[in-house]
């Protein structure tokens, strides 16, 4: 009852689980989020994802998913706004040494739509699959009721693409990176904050499920693999730790 009672005050009872009888490694939640119906996105088809890319919001392990999307949607001006929250899945999970509750993975953006997470000037080469995907005009972006056109500004000056095109995001919800002057909620440098055994068990059955419905997912990154930022703090340490628990439930990943 007291588990029950504390996911009701964090989360609230409107959520669904999305169950395939194929995925059989993790149940994923569903939930309905506000989006900003004036905000531009693209959309592309699931064979161009070969990467998942782990994260953590910076922010308490206490937040819930829908207030990651409500702070997503606040980053967003009239010139710019943004759609939704820019994750694909939200962990939510507390930090290694609590007790309850334990991790569960909530979907976050659609996976059909690219995500707003690896950062808007990393790009990465394209495989033969996924240029001729994009050569065939099948990533295309656009308003919600609008048109949806090819944008050329996916592409740099190489012909490399925008790596949110090619990667789903997975954040984990936590400050896993150090007290700073621009983290003042981080952690102090005497008592590091990792995440737990479950929370790695958790990212590993996601990551296999992911690759056992989408085979093209070959690779796990994390954010400051694209460029400098402090993200995912703690969590790039055990990068090795979730491939290899992946590998015991049947993935390879590079």
């Known amino acids: 009852m007291r588990i029950l009672l504390l996911c009701l005050i964090i989360f609230g009872p409107a959520f669904s689980v999305a169950q395939d009888p194929a995925d059989d490694l993790i149940e994923i939640h569903k939930l309905d989020y506000p989006r900003n119906a004036h905000a531009?996105?693209?959309k592309r088809?699931?064979?161009m994802i070969d990467t998942i890319v782990f994260h953590h919001t910076e922010t308490p392990s206490t937040d819930s998913p829908q207030r990651i999307n409500q702070m997503h949607l606040n980053r967003g001006t009239p010139q710019d706004p943004w759609l939704m929250v820019a994750y694909t899945y939200q962990v939510s999970t507390p930090y290694k040494g609590a007790r309850l509750p334990l991790p569960r993975i909530f979907e976050g953006r659609p996976i059909d739509i690219v995500g707003a997470h690896a950062g808007s000037q990393a790009f990465v080469p394209m495989d033969s699959e996924q240029k001729r995907m994009?050569?065939?005009g099948m990533i295309t972006c656009g308003v919600e009721g609008g048109n949806f056109n090819v944008d050329p500004k996916q592409l740099d000056g190489r012909g490399f693409i925008?790596?949110?095109?090619t990667t789903i995001g997975v954040d984990v919800i936590g400050n896993y990176a150090v007290m700073s002057?621009?983290?003042?909620?981080?952690y102090s440098p005497r008592k590091v904050?990792?995440?737990?055994?479950?929370?790695?068990?958790?990212?590993?059955?996601?990551?296999?499920?992911?690759?056992k419905k989408h085979p093209r997912i070959k690779n796990i990154r994390w954010h400051n693999f694209y460029h400098t930022t402090t993200c995912p703090g703690t969590i790039k340490n055990y990068i090795a730790t979730i491939r290899t628990l992946a590998k015991g439930y049947g993935c390879a990943f590079n």
Do not use: F, H, I
């Open 193 to 211: 904050r990792n995440p737990s055994e479950d929370t790695l068990d958790m990212l590993a059955r996601l990551s296999c499920q992911l690759q």
């Open 45 to 47: 088809p699931l064979e």
């Open 181 to 186: 002057r621009a983290n003042p909620d981080g």
């Open 134 to 136: 994009w050569d065939e």
């Open 162 to 165: 925008k790596a949110n095109v």
């Open 40 to 42: 531009s996105y693209c």
